[in-house]
């Protein structure tokens, strides 16, 4: 079955750098668009990133345009998140989803990753 | 593109019907046709889960009680009978414009 296990998550200061991953298993990784999704504590969802199937497109929320990347190894199934610059309000659960295109976001979803930012 | 859901806050008794709306700033047919708009449930404490996409399509294993309309800018997903596991906060999500954005939420409740 699809199986999305997101990793990488923990504690980290402001300004600092984290990295996230997403290991995916039971689909053709290399047909799927693939998407990050954040979840502030007690709050509401947020499209953070999306990057096509080859890889070679990817799009960002305004409010990480800059400081986040968003990656996908083929050989290893597994999607990346490079976050930097960390700020407080980068707090939140991260989520993986795949989908068939764009606009198919939430698929399948990871079961997340909680990142917190704080000194 | 923002997205507008209502009402924030759905108490609703059991066996009883349910509606949600959604309403996107701008419209969110899309070139080829389609209007790309997707509706999530989160039950506390677990992932959202998609129900439907691209307005009216049922997700595999949805139960045929959850249904969805509308065109355009307005959209509506309905539960024709409320059951105990509908409890959760529901989102709308549009996938026609970048970027992509989501509802503020709906909280359906028991009452």
């Known amino acids: 079955q699809v199986q999305l296990v997101e990793s990488g998550g923990g504690v980290v200061q402001p300004g600092r750098s984290l990295t996230l991953s997403c290991a995916a298993s039971?689909?053709?990784?290399?047909?799927?668009?693939m998407f990050w999704v954040r979840q502030p504590p007690g709050r509401g969802l947020e499209w953070v990133a999306a990057?096509?199937?080859?890889?070679?497109?990817?799009f960002y929320a305004y409010s990480v345009e800059g400081r986040f990347t968003i990656s996908r190894d083929t050989f290893e199934k597994t999607l990346y998140l490079e976050m930097g610059s960390l700020k407080a309000d980068d707090t939140a659960v991260y989520y993986c989803?795949?989908?068939?295109?764009?606009?198919?976001?939430?698929?399948?979803w990871g079961q997340g990753a909680l990142v917190t930012v704080s000194s | 593109v923002v997205m507008t859901q209502s009402p924030l806050s759905l108490p609703v008794t059991l066996g009883q019907p349910a509606s949600i709306s959604c309403r996107s700033s701008q419209s969110l047919l899309y070139s080829d046709g389609d209007d790309y708009l997707s509706w999530f449930q989160q039950r506390p404490g677990q992932s959202p889960r998609r129900l439907i996409y691209k307005v009216s399509n049922r997700d595999s294993g949805v139960p045929d009680r959850f249904s969805g309309s509308g065109s355009g800018t307005d959209f509506t997903l309905k539960i024709s009978r409320v059951e105990a596991e509908d409890v959760g906060v529901y989102y709308c999500m549009q996938g026609t414009h970048w970027p992509l954005t989501f509802g503020g939420g709906t909280t359906v409740e028991i009452k």
């Open positions: 039971g689909f053709n990784f290399n047909t799927y668009v």
């Open positions: 990057l096509s199937s080859d890889g070679t497109d990817e």
């Open positions: 989803a795949r989908g068939r295109y764009y606009g198919d976001l939430g698929l399948d």
